[in-house]
């Protein structure tokens, strides 16, 4: 078993985890995820911000989105961001095929 203390590092260590790996896939857009697994990083940093609150710390929504996409998230769509192709607007909000 193992104590929370120890569950809350690899949590943490997790979630530090997931950022580097998005970070690292900038080619994977915010649509490709919602349609692949159901969230995307706006998800990410909008539960980021209701976890701080949740402990009594007030983070920006903006705070959160940079912790999430690294940067801030205006520069992310600027650099990174692509217009949504017919194929993935047409899977939006469609069921996640497993």
Not at 6 to 26: C, F, G, M, N, P
């Amino acid at each position: 078993m193992i104590d929370q203390a120890t569950q809350d590092r690899i949590d943490a260590a997790v979630l530090r985890r997931l950022l580097e790996h998005l970070d690292s896939r900038k080619d994977v857009q915010n649509i490709d995820l919602m349609n692949l697994a159901g969230f995307c990083r706006n998800c990410l940093s909008k539960w980021y911000a209701q976890a701080a609150r949740d402990n009594g710390q007030e983070v920006p929504d903006e705070a959160a989105r940079e912790r999430v996409y690294g940067m801030p998230y205006g520069e992310w769509k600027q650099r990174y961001q692509t217009e949504a192709g017919a194929a993935q607007k047409a899977a939006f909000g469609q069921p996640p095929k497993l």
